[in-house]
C-alpha cells in the first residue's frame, strides 16, 4: 500500500511532571483522588486569585531539557485563551514564544537521532466526562467536571518531523517515555494519562520532495495505538491523493475500537487563541549554576543503563546479541537496577537478567518497589541451585505481592526444599531407563537429548528439581 | 495621534468580541471601535522612538525567578466549592452538552 510512498512524522508528547503540587497553585498532584477534592482558588480560576511557579516543576523542566541535550533559556509566560470548561479561567498558562528548552536531540538505540524543537511548561486541564448513553461527545447529553488535574504541571516536547514510519516513531515514543521515567520528571504512564502523544503525519512521493500536507492525530493511548494510528492515516492520505483528491489539514481522532482516524476539525475551524503574556507572572531566568545543579541530579540515561548491563554480560557478542530485547525490557521499565545489584552480590548476570526481564517484568511497579535485599538473596538461592526456576518464580511472586520478605521463608512455607541428592540420582535413572534409545544417543554426544531426561524429571517432580542438577547427574552417568 | 489608515476596523472589533463571547449592539461596535483605535494610537507613539539596542520589556517590574517550594497547602473544603456551581452530580461541576472536543 505505502509502495512509492514516504511518510514524514513529527510527535508532540504532553508528559505529566512528578511534583507534590500543581503548576501555579499548593494542591496537589494526584491522579486518582476522589473528584473535586485537590482545587483551591487558583486553579478553579475564581477572581483575585493569582499563580506562583512551583520550582521542583521549573527544575524537572530543566531536567528533561539536560536529558534530551537541549538549550535551557531565559523563559516567559502566555495566555492561550478558548472556552472550554476543561479549564475554568478561559485561559490557559503555557509557554508561548519563550520556551524554557529549544533546539536538542533525541538518540534512538539504534542510534538514529531525532532533532527536539522544544520542550515547554504548561498547566494541564481538568477532566471532562460525557454523560449519557454513548459515553462520547456526540450523544452526549451534558458534561462533568473534575478539576483535580487542572493546573498539573506539564511539559509539551515536540520533536521536528525527523520520523521517517511508525516503528521509528513507536521506538522515539519509548525511548522518550524511559527518558523521562530514568531523569525522574515523569511516571510515564500512558494508560494513566500523564504520558499523552499527538502525531503529525503527511506522506510525499519522493524522500526529496516538500512536505506534504499533514494531519495531526489525537488521542493515541498507547505505544502501540502510536503505531496502528500511523500506518492508518498513511494510508486514507495516499488513497486520497492515488484518486487524485487533496489531502485536508485536520485534526484528527483515533479510535482505537474502530482501527481509524476520524474528523475532529480542519483548518478552518482552528482556534483563534490571542496568546498573550501572562501578566502575573515575571520570566524564568535560570543561571549556570542553578542548571549544573539540576544537571548533577540527573541520574544514568536509558542509553547509559543498557551500555551498563552490556559490559556487565561481556564481550561475547552472542551473551550480548542473544539477550538485548532482555536489556531494552528492564531499562524501559526502569528495572536495570535490581540486574546490576543482584550481579554485584555475585548472581550470574544473565540469571539476573531473565529473572528481571521475564518475571519481575510482569509487574513492574511492584518490583521497582521490591526491597532489592530479598531479591538479591533469592537469585542467590536459585544460583546455589538450593530452589530450582520454579521454584524461584513461584517465590518471586510472593515477594512481589508483599514487597519484600525472607525468601527463605517463603520457600519452605511453600514446601520447597532442595531435593537431597539421593532422590534426584533415583529419579534421573528412572528417566534414563524410560528412554533407552535417547540415553544411547545422549551417551554418544548428542548433548541436546539432555532436554528429554530434564523434562522427564521435571514432569515427576512436579518442576521441583534444579535442571542444573539434574545435567550433571546425567554427565556424570555418561562417564 | 496618527493619520494614517485606521487601526482596526468594525469586522476587526466584531471578530474580537465574538472570540471574547460579548454580545455588542451596532452602537457599540461603533463606539468601541473608535476607542480601541484612540488606544492603539496611543501605544502606535512608541514605534516613532528610536529603540535601537532597547531589550524588550518583559514585565513592568525588573524581577525573575520569583517561585515557591513544592509544598502542599490545603485547598478548598468540596462541598463549598460545589455549592458555587450552577449545578453539579457524582461530585463534578455538571455543565451543558460539549460542541466539539477540547481545543
Ligand atoms: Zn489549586
Redesign the pocket.
Known amino acids: 500500500m505505502t509502495d512509492g510512498w514516504h511518510l514524514v512524522i513529527g510527535l508532540e508528547v504532553h508528559c505529566e511532571l512528578r511534583t507534590e503540587t ?1 503548576l ?4 496537589r498532584n494526584m491522579f486518582g483522588d476522589e473528584p473535586n477534592t ?7 480560576g475564581l477572581p483575585g486569585s493569582l499563580p506562583v511557579l512551583n520550582q521542583r516543576a521549573v527544575e524537572l523542566a530543566m531536567a528533561i531539557g539536560t536529558a534530551l541535550h537541549c538549550d535551557i533559556r531565559p523563559s516567559t509566560f502566555h495566555r492561550k485563551n478558548y472556552f472550554y470548561p476543561d479549564q475554568a479561567k478561559d485561559y490557559q498558562i503555557s509557554q508561548y514564544d519563550e520556551p524554557i528548552n529549544v533546539d536538542g536531540w533525541l538518540e534512538l538505540p539504534d542510534g538514529f537521532r531525532v532533532r527536539i524543537e522544544r520542550a515547554h511548561m504548561e498547566e494541564d486541564t481538568g477532566k471532562t466526562t460525557h454523560a449519557g448513553a454513548s459515553g462520547r461527545i456526540h450523544g452526549a447529553d451534558y458534561s462533568l467536571v473534575d478539576y483535580n488535574r ?2 498539573v504541571p506539564l511539559v509539551e516536547i515536540v520533536s521536528a518531523p525527523d520520523l521517517r514510519d511508525a516503528a521509528q516513531a513507536r521506538a522515539y515514543a519509548t525511548e522518550l517515555r524511559a527518558i523521562l521515567v530514568a531523569s525522574g520528571a515523569s511516571d510515564g504512564k500512558m494508560e494513566e494519562g500523564s504520558m499523552r502523544v499527538d502525531a503529525n503525519v503527511s506522506v510525499r512521493r519522493s524522500p526529496d520532495a516538500p512536505f506534504g500536507t499533514r494531519c495531526e492525530i489525537k488521542n493515541l493511548n498507547s505505544v502501540r495505538s502510536l503505531g496502528r494510528a500511523i500506518e492508518y492515516e498513511a494510508e486514507r492520505q495516499i488513497t486520497l491523493l492515488e484518486a487524485g483528491e487533496a489531502v485536508e489539514q485536520q485534526t484528527r481522532h483515533w479510535d482505537e475500537t474502530a482501527g481509524r482516524t476520524e474528523t475532529l476539525r480542519s483548518k478552518e475551524e482552528a482556534y483563534d487563541y490571542r496568546y498573550f503574556r501572562e501578566p502575573d507572572l515575571v520570566p524564568v531566568v535560570p543561571d549556570p549554576e542553578w542548571k549544573a545543579a539540576v544537571a548533577d541530579t540527573l541520574g544514568l540515561m536509558p542509553a547509559q543503563r543498557r551500555a551498563r548491563l552490556t559490559e556487565l554480560l561481556g564481550q561475547g557478542t552472542d551473551a550480548v546479541d542473544g539477550r538485548r530485547d532482555q536489556v531494552a525490557t528492564v531499562v524501559d521499565l526502569g528495572l536495570d537496577d535490581l540486574v546490576v545489584e543482584a550481579a554485584a552480590a555475585g548472581v550470574p548476570v544473565t540469571l539476573a537478567l531473565a529473572r528481571t526481564a521475564n518475571e519481575a517484568a510482569t509487574d513492574a511497579e511492584a518490583a521497582r518497589r521490591l526491597d532489592l535485599g530479598a531479591y538479591v538473596a533469592l537469585l542467590t538461592m536459585e544460583a546455589a541451585g538450593s530452589l530450582s526456576a520454579t521454584q524461584s518464580k513461584a517465590v518471586l511472586g510472593e515477594l512481589l505481592a508483599a514487597g519484600g520478605g525472607d525468601p527463605a521463608v517463603i520457600a519452605r512455607a511453600k514446601g520447597f526444599e532442595a531435593m537431597s541428592t539421593d532422590s534426584l540420582t533415583a529419579t534421573v535413572a528412572e528417566a534414563v531407563a524410560a528412554e533407552p534409545d535417547a540415553w544411547a544417543r545422549y551417551r554418544d554426544g548428542e548433548d541436546k537429548l539432555a532436554q528429554v531426561f530434564v523434562g522427564r524429571v521435571m514432569k515427576a517432580t512436579r518442576g521441583q528439581a534444579n535442571g542444573k542438577a539434574v545435567v550433571a547427574e546425567l554427565q556424570r552417568l555418561r562417564g | 495621534m496618527t493619520d494614517g489608515p485606521a487601526r482596526i476596523t468594525r469586522d476587526e472589533v466584531a471578530h474580537v468580541a465574538r472570540l471574547a463571547r460579548l454580545h455588542l449592539t451596532d452602537a457599540e461596535l461603533e463606539l468601541f471601535t473608535g476607542q480601541l483605535a484612540v488606544i492603539l494610537d496611543h501605544a502606535a507613539d512608541v514605534a516613532t522612538l528610536d529603540l535601537e539596542g532597547v531589550a524588550p520589556t518583559a514585565h513592568a517590574m525588573a524581577v525573575t525567578n520569583v517561585l515557591r517550594s513544592d509544598t502542599p497547602r490545603p ?1 478548598l473544603d468540596r462541598d463549598e466549592v460545589l455549592a458555587a456551581a450552577p449545578d453539579v452530580e457524582d461530585h463534578r461541576f455538571r455543565v451543558p452538552k460539549l460542541l466539539g472536543e477540547a481545543p
Not at chain 1, 501555579?24 to 494542591?27: N, S, T
Not at chain 1, 485537590?38 to 478553579?44: F, G, K, T, Y
Open positions: 500543581k501555579f497553585c499548593g494542591c485537590n482545587v483551591c482558588p487558583v486553579c478553579l487542572s493546573g | 485547598g
